[in-house]
């Protein structure tokens, strides 16, 4: 039907039409000859005959004449989008040899990218990878296949997962556990991304089968179980295994009760089941608990490590609960009942010393570690005490009471909270502190004592309660006014124009820090950026002001996932209050109080920052209810796991920050007059 319709004869004015083309054409032609204009026409011309030659040769098969266009794609290209286009257009449908060519072309003016380049040439350019004999292609495939999972409902590109999921290299079946968390987080009921990352909890390599066990915990597939036994992989994989069981069937709790009761599981694995099992709600976990609880008020718990023992008082019976005044209770009643093994001992003892607030109270706990302590740890009838135990003499744990992890301990089990309560922590010179003093005054006391310890803050000399100021500032939204020259003036306004007028740039950082957490300046994301480099500025404090304005850079900077967070020690005074009367009266500073030790650290571990410094409370303010907590009073092998947690726990969630009100004043749930 086509071929005869081409053929039929135009009609009269068609035919009209195109002798009066051509006549014009003719004119033209013979008026430019006449005139002598021909090679002045002619030089018009070429430029865009011969950008159309260019476009042309660039699916050439001549190579020759291909590297010319390609050439001229990259001299062009990067100012001339309409050739961009058409060399991504001549893509499509192209020999490998052009193919390539025309792609290195474009990735070389930085043009390669979906659009211009089409969906089927994109896929064409992974599938080759994928293909490709050398293991670096193929893991910059796995580490980028992530950004295209719109292209999902394509089976080519489908088709590229598993391919690469199976990979024989390990660095890119790793990368692709992570690309498929990625891919879940997008889309958490893609059934086939989920069958891919529990299939990587049976991957040879630890390290795979370890985040793939992870991750699964995280995203709860369909899956009705894990089915290989944690018991009998490496340790590492089967704590993972274990964690991830229960988050995903926590009604299937028979196998960790299995490997908490088996006395040849190393200790660690053991412990890991009674933790995992105190996630459970199921009544066969919970009862299991409270059995081998029972077991520590009779002389049947001799026999059982003095860990396995620490974890059974931190987590048997709580089921999930973190009521640290529960755990101390029964922690007295064993210290009453003389049921405690000198192994048990030591794991309480050392944290005694990271909470000082143990001290605090008239229960069995306080009396026997703070009026007897030498008698308790230290005595004849303590064999277990060694040299090499490492721990502190009672006279160093009893110098720590009203240092800040006291008064922090303190004011985080009191009921209510007074601004008496607070002030150690707001002038600490230690950021962390001052942080938690923040967040528990925001939280404890009125407006009318808000306003008012701000400006007492404010009106301080030295730089920690000045600091402390302009943060509460910013968390709160309120700002002291005090009579100058006859008229009322912000405090906060006036502290920043003092601090430029004097020259002193970390001052003026923190006033414009408490102003931008309220809107009322604006900072550049490079400076942010900056401050949280900045060696004399407290790290943490301007980490907490930017999750106060929702900055994801705050979260993944800290949890190490873009650059790493380095808070040096410097920054922190890790000095005991003897220490620091001592050096004030020798007027000496010290900067970094364990140099000379074995490694010499700078810095400052994320565990040690969330844990021993409790920072973990400032983070769980902001972070949605979801987000691991590590626990405090835990092991430090089980901290770093929880902390670990953590930073898996961002990489499978959008919903980062929590939906509590951060402005302080437009916070239903706050009870005023309290």
């Known amino acids: 039907m086509y071929d005869s319709a081409l053929s039929r004869k135009p009609g009269p004015r068609v035919a009209r039409q195109r002798r009066r083309r051509r006549l014009y054409l003719r004119l033209l032609i013979g008026a430019l000859v006449i005139t002598g204009s021909l090679p002045v026409f002619a030089l018009l011309m070429m430029p865009g005959i011969h950008h159309r030659l260019m476009i042309a040769r660039l699916s050439s098969e001549d190579d ?68 490709y004999p050398d293991p670096v292609s193929r893991l910059f495939l796995a580490t980028r296949i992530a950004e295209d999972i719109d292209l999902l409902s394509n089976p080519a590109f489908a088709a590229i997962w598993p391919k690469l999921a199976e990979d024989d290299d390990e660095q890119v079946r790793h990368e692709m556990i992570f690309a498929l968390a990625a891919r879940l987080r997008a889309d958490p009921e893609d059934i086939d991304g989920q069958i891919l990352l529990i299939q990587g909890i049976g991957d040879e390599s630890a390290a795979v089968a370890r985040d793939a066990a992870i991750l699964t915990g995280f ?39 299995e490997i908490a009761a088996n006395e040849q599981l190393p200790l660690r694995m053991r412990s890991m089941a009674v933790w995992a099992l105190s996630l459970s709600d199921d009544e066969r976990a919970a009862g299991f608990l409270r059995d081998q609880r029972a077991r520590l008020a009779t002389d049947d718990h001799n026999a059982m490590p003095g860990e396995l023992v620490w974890t059974l008082i931190r987590y048997a019976g709580r089921n999930g609960i973190d009521d640290e005044r529960s755990v101390r209770a029964w922690l007295g009643d064993l210290i009453e009942a003389g049921s405690l093994t000198s192994g048990a001992r030591r794991p309480i003892w050392a944290s005694v010393h990271r909470h000082p607030e143990l001290l605090l109270g008239d229960d069995a706990v306080a009396r ?10 230290a005595g004849a009838e303590s064999p277990w005490m060694t040299p090499d135990t490492e721990l502190q003499p009672p006279e160093a744990l009893l110098d ?52 008012t310890l701000i400006r007492r803050l404010l009106l301080e000399l030295d730089d920690a309660p000045r600091f402390s100021g302009a943060m509460l500032s910013g968390l709160t939204g309120i700002r002291p006014k005090i009579e100058l020259d006859g008229r009322e003036r912000d405090l906060l306004e006036l502290r920043l124009r003092s601090a430029r007028d004097t020259g002193r740039l970390n001052h003026v950082r923190m006033m414009q820090l408490g102003l931008w957490m309220q809107g ?12 949280m480099l900045h060696d004399e500025l407290p790290r943490t404090s301007v980490l907490m002001a930017m999750m106060h304005r929702g900055d994801l850079r705050a979260v993944d900077r800290l949890l190490e996932l873009q650059h790493p967070m380095v808070i040096p020690l410097t920054a922190l005074d890790l000095r005991s209050p003897a220490e620091r009367r001592r050096d004030r009266e020798a007027e000496a500073t010290v900067d970094l109080p364990n140099a ?48 670990e947690l953590l930073r898996y726990w961002r990489l499978t969630t959008d919903r980062v920050f929590s939906d509590r009100p951060m402005d302080h004043q437009n916070d239903p749930d706050r009870a005023s007059g309290q």
């Open 520 to 531: 009322e300046v604006e900072l550049e994301d490079h400076q942010l950026g900056a401050w």
């Open 368 to 377: 026997m570690l703070r009026d007897d302590p030498v008698a308790w740890i």
């Open 64 to 131: 020759e004449r291909r590297q010319r266009a390609i050439a001229y794609l990259v001299q062009r290209g990067p100012e001339d989008p309409g050739l961009v286009s058409a060399a991504a257009a001549r893509l499509d449908g192209a020999s490998d040899a052009v193919f390539q060519s025309i792609k290195q072309g474009l990735d070389t003016i930085g043009k390669w990218n979906r659009p211009p380049v089409s969906d089927a040439s994109w896929i064409r350019w992974m599938e080759s990878l994928a293909e």
């Open 596 to 643: 000379g030790t074995e490694d010499e650290r700078t810095t400052l571990e994320l565990v040690e920052l969330l844990v021993d410094y409790r920072w973990a409370g400032v983070l769980a303010h902001f972070l949605n209810d979801d987000a691991p907590r590590p626990d405090l009073w835990t092991d430090r092998w089980l901290a770093e796991f929880q902390v």
């Open 400 to 451: 720590a009471v009203r240092s800040e992890p006291w008064w922090l301990g303190r004011a985080l089990n009191r009921q209510t909270i007074t601004p008496a309560d607070v002030w150690p922590l707001l002038v600490s010179p230690i950021s962390t502190y001052r942080d938690h003093g923040c967040l528990l005054s925001v939280q404890g006391l009125t407006d009318d004592q808000l306003e």
């Open 219 to 257: 995203f709860k597939p369909w899956a009705t179980g894990i089915s290989a036994n944690p018991a009998r992989v490496p340790l590492p994989v089967g704590m993972a295994m274990l964690w991830s069981a229960m988050r995903t069937n926590p009604d299937q709790p028979r196998t960790a009760m």
